[in-house]
């Protein structure tokens, strides 16, 4: 890795209830805070800011958006203070032409971005800039715009992405100690195997997640796997690849985390 790339993460980011608790995923999400490059800023993609079109934060100070329900009162208590830029939301625009960007003064912060990073950096003294997932459009779009962002990295710019590569909460077993199902397991190894693939970017089999047997039942709808695709996108061909965490939580929700340098 070069001296000011940053890395590009995707944190597999669960139950909002994270935030509140202490486990291996908020202690891996923690270490990375602590050892990797302190960024100048971040764009954060998250799962949740699901969209027609694109859009980024433009506003100086976003909002905590509370995006949950029936959670306890500590977790509405909760909010992430990090600052916005205008200025990055203005240069992500300007990285992604021609796609057109809206810069949106209405979002925020939603639990799929400021969940992770209250861990990561609970000081929220780096600022953040959210950047929407268009779900009108297929896999191969987020991979590109991916593509696209990877020169913001070479400025200090982190990227963290967050979603869950397994996620049918239809099937969760919420109660007690539950094996994965076997589809769940199947689908994040075969995340796992295909992390560092070097072929041409159309036939990506991560690219194509749709084309293995269990990916209909781990995806039943696309928005918390594709997060990862603007981090595979973002990767340059020489860089490690590794696994910061990984597990599957209530037998159908991977929490597999990907960093990229």
Known sequence: MSQTRM???FLGHGSPMNVLEENIY?????????????PKAIIAVSAHWYTRGTAVTAMEQPRTIHDFGNFPQALFDTHYRAA??????????????????QLDQQWGFDHG??????????????????????GTKPP??????GRKLAALREQGIMIVASGNVVHNLRMARWQ???????????????????????????????????????AALSNPTPEHYLPLLYVLGARAPD??????????????????????G
């Open 176 to 214: 007690g100690e539950a094996d994965p199902y076997p589809w769940a397991e199947s689908f994040n190894q075969y995340v796992r195997d295909n992390l560092n693939w070097q072929g041409p970017d159309v036939e990506h089999p991560l690219v194509n997640f749709m084309s293995h047997e269990g």
């Open 84 to 101: 916005g830029s205008p200025a990055l939301a203005q240069q992500i625009a300007d990285a992604l032409s021609p796609v057109e960007v």
């Open 26 to 38: 908020t202690a891996s999400w923690r270490k990375l805070g602590e050892t990797l490059p302190r």
């Open 140 to 145: 191969a779009y987020h991979f590109e715009l």
């Open 113 to 134: 971005s400021w969940g992770v990073l209250i861990k990561m950096y609970p000081d929220a003294d780096i600022p953040v800039v959210q950047l929407s997932v268009d």
């Open 7 to 9: 890395p590009a993460l």
């Open 239 to 260: 860089e490690a690849i590794s696994i910061p965490v990984d597990g599957i939580e209530m037998a159908s929700l991977s929490m597999l985390s990907v960093q990229v």
